[in-house]
């Protein structure tokens, strides 16, 4: 029983946030930032970028968050007006279901070799 | 102009003597004794020396900035620093590839005298296969890439190096990057001569592990400066942008990763012998196509400065060659002599470096998957997709759990038939772990529970490391170093991209701007001026929570051959963590924008990255076989 109260307070720990919330907006907006591409630069994302179409990103991503948008949902925005290229996650469907299974699909191959030669 | 003519007929001259040496080799191969012809080392020394003067040559047009030379016209400029015109030797494409080639004559000549008590068919078939690698490149070299190509009438002045390309890390990162990758070239060499000599045994993992090491090691310290570079010149504090050039130098890192454990067991027990010649085959094919992605221009990257697909296709038509001659030299010369000693028992020390070359093809395959398979798809489907740091996260940092706890495991089992016979002592070492990172991690971040999973299995890791480096006598000294080198790496990395904090802001000359106690303020700029840029320098004193004041100086630049703007950060590195500043300026307005970061355990990163490869250093440098 002590031990199940110690998990308990620990976990009421946990759940208790000590960032501010216009903290949290920053680190969200940072992170959406750095999964965004340039599209006119040379392999940067927006948030290391300084041109012009970064910065409009960099503002249409604040006012999203403004209103209240999720982050993938600002993701879906920015894919639709711009294309898949904009996002450095690439979605799973039907262009990328290799890219995302057949990495995994190796780890299981390995994993049935390694099987066999374990006595 | 004389220096270019010297340059352009010793290379013609060096692949005179490599087509000489290939014919000696082939009429020594086919005589009764027991050592080689003394002839064959001094046309490989001819072949080397000639490879030198025509770099050397290339380095003094650099110098004398001979613009009849077009690769000097198109890279250099007068009013470069001559650390600089030295370093635009190699920072272009020909001036590379001629170090390219320039490594892998010194290496076989190397290789020649370092390899005196294997047996002769064995290393003369080595430097046959060599060989054949340096003649294409030779060709390589003088058909597409010529360094020593004349212009006339002869330009007044040079186009000029790429800003961000002037830089002490990356003047030097080229030539240690690729003294590890060529290093494979002699891996890939000799596994071919031991297979179809029959002769992939115990002698030759100890042999062939010193070049798995020296590779390994260039490598590491290769990539790490490379980071290094990137970290305060190209991003703005990050240090790994799973960028496709970086990917492609992390490729055959991981490979020979698992080289280098694997190989011990067969240096120990015999066996794994086709695995390990499948990895050293790998490791080269993974090199050359490093050299291939990056020079032919296919990747959109920051780093693809030189572009020409028609470069490409030769690389890839040679490519093939070497990958087709080694897939029919390997089914048809390998056998494997003692099958009954192929399987392990499940807690041993052969199965640990097993669960370790699993994970480093997993991980070789999510970098290469996510590298190559953009390309494929853009040219298949015509679709465009970006595989960034998002896709590498999820497929790779869920592995990283499971494969840390074996880490953590593996090097305390013996070898054949083992236990754990410490488990008390692990199973308290993990709660610990668990416990401790609970209470670091609860206050500084949101995603409380990824986190602590992470740093527990990383302190598992950096505890049982540092126990063993307190525990063990020093006969596995240098495993232990480069182990607890990389436990340090985990933990470094993760608590700085936990505890990384950033100020993004607008500020104009003489402003404050207050946060949490601290305070930021814009003394005032000063204007410098370079032979080669003239450059606005800000000053700033920086106010933090304790009221500690301390100055940054961050720097724009303006080049001017070419006309290029860069901002550069100033860095004050302590032992705890690294203060970050840079600015940028906006367009058409009077403020700038300014970056400040506060990056924990930076320094760190580096030096685990150091342990590492001491931890190789040490290997590199033990007399003894593996125990």
């Not at chain 2, 025509?54 to 198109?74: G, K, Y």
Request: proline residues 3%; glycine residues 4%.
């Amino acid at each position: 029983m002590k031990i199940l109260r110690i998990f308990i307070i620990l976990f009421l720990f946990l759940g208790f946030s000590h960032l501010k919330s216009d903290e949290k907006k920053d680190e969200l907006k940072i992170k959406i930032l750095k999964n965004i591409r340039c599209l006119i630069c040379q392999g940067q994302s927006v948030y290391d970028s300084e041109s012009e179409f970064a910065y409009t990103i960099k503002l249409i991503v604040d006012k999203k968050i403004d209103e209240g948008l999720e982050e993938n949902s600002i993701y879906e925005f920015l894919r639709e007006k711009y294309g898949d290229w904009i996002i450095y996650d690439p979605k799973l469907n039907k262009n990328t279901y290799i890219l995302w299974v057949l990495p995994l699909l190796l780890f299981l191959l390995g994993g049935a070799i390694m099987y066999k030669k374990i006595k | 102009m004389l220096a270019s003519q010297i340059g352009y007929y010793s290379l013609i001259l060096g692949l005179f003597f490599s087509i000489l040496l290939s014919g000696y080799s082939v009429k020594d191969f086919k005589i009764k004794s027991k050592v080689i012809n003394q002839n064959l080392l001094s046309l490989s020394f001819l072949q080397l020396f000639f490879v030198i003067i025509s770099f050397i040559s290339l380095i003094l047009s650099f110098i004398n900035s001979d613009f009849s030379n077009e690769t000097v016209f198109n890279n250099s400029h007068t009013t470069k620093p001559l650390f600089y015109k030295i370093s635009g030797t190699w920072g272009n494409h020909e001036g590379s590839l001629l170090l390219w080639l320039l490594v892998l004559t010194l290496f076989i000549f190397i290789f020649l005298i370092k390899s005196k008590e294997q047996p002769k068919k064995y290393r003369i078939l080595t430097l046959l296969f060599q060989q054949i690698i340096i003649i294409g490149f030779f060709l390589f070299v003088l058909m597409t890439s010529n360094p020593f190509n004349y212009l006339f009438p002869t330009p007044k002045e040079g186009l000029g190096l790429n800003p961000i390309l002037q830089d002490p890390a990356l003047a030097i990162h080229p030539p240690i990057l690729y003294l590890g990758y060529v290093g494979t070239s002699i891996i890939f060499s000799a596994s071919l001569a031991a297979v179809t000599q029959n002769y992939v045994s115990r002698e030759w993992a100890y042999h062939i592990k010193k070049w798995i090491l020296v590779s390994w090691i260039f490598l590491t310290i290769g990539i790490m400066l490379g980071s290094i570079w990137a970290y305060y010149e190209l991003g703005w504090g990050g240090f790994w942008f799973w960028d496709p050039v970086e990917n492609v130098s992390l490729m055959p890192w991981l490979t020979l990763t698992a080289l280098l454990h694997s190989i011990i067991v067969l240096e120990k027990r015999a066996t794994l012998k086709s695995w390990v010649i499948i990895l050293s085959i790998t490791s080269f094919t993974l090199s050359m196509c490093g050299t291939f992605l990056v020079r032919s221009g296919i990747l959109n990257s920051v780093h693809t400065f030189a572009n020409d697909p028609s470069r490409g296709v030769f690389i890839l038509i040679f490519l093939f060659i070497l990958i087709i001659l080694s897939l029919v030299i390997f089914f048809f010369y390998f056998k494997d002599n003692n099958k009954d000693l192929n399987n392990f028992f499940l807690l041993s020390k052969e199965t640990s470096i097993l669960i370790n070359n699993w994970f480093m093809m997993y991980f070789l395959s999510v970098v290469l998957i996510g590298t190559v398979y953009p390309i494929f798809l853009d040219v298949i489907a015509s679709e465009k997709i970006s595989v960034g740091p998002p896709f590498y996260h999820k497929l790779i940092i869920p592995f990283l759990i499971p494969f840390f706890i074996f880490m953590s495991l593996g090097p305390g089992l013996k070898w054949i038939k083992s236990k754990i016979d410490n488990k008390n002592s692990l199973i308290i070492t993990f709660i610990i772990s668990i416990i401790l990172s609970l209470f670091i991690i609860k206050n500084l971040t949101t995603e409380i529970l990824y986190y602590t999973v992470l740093v527990s299995v990383a302190f598992f890791l950096f505890f049982t490391t540092l126990k063993e480096l307190f525990t063990k006598k020093f006969n596995n000294s240098s495993q232990i170093i480069a182990h607890f080198g990389f436990s340090l790496l985990i933990l470094s990395i993760l608590f700085n991209s936990i505890l990384s904090s950033e100020i993004i802001t607008n500020m104009k000359i003489g402003k404050k701007y207050t946060y949490n106690n601290s305070e930021i303020f814009f003394k005032k700029i000063e204007e410098k001026s370079k032979s080669n840029f003239n450059s606005i320098i800000a000053h700033f004193e920086i106010k933090n929570e304790n009221g500690k004041i301390f100055e940054l100086k961050p720097e724009i630049r303006i080049y001017n051959q070419p006309v290029i703007i860069t901002s550069e950060a100033d860095i004050k590195t302590t032992l705890l963590e690294d203060k970050f500043l840079v600015m940028n300026l906006v367009k058409g307005n009077e403020y700038f924008n300014v970056r400040y970061q506060e990056k924990p355990f930076m320094i760190w990163i580096w030096i685990s990255v150091l342990l590492i490869s001491l931890g190789g250093l040490m290997s590199f440098f033990k007399k003894q076989y593996e125990k």
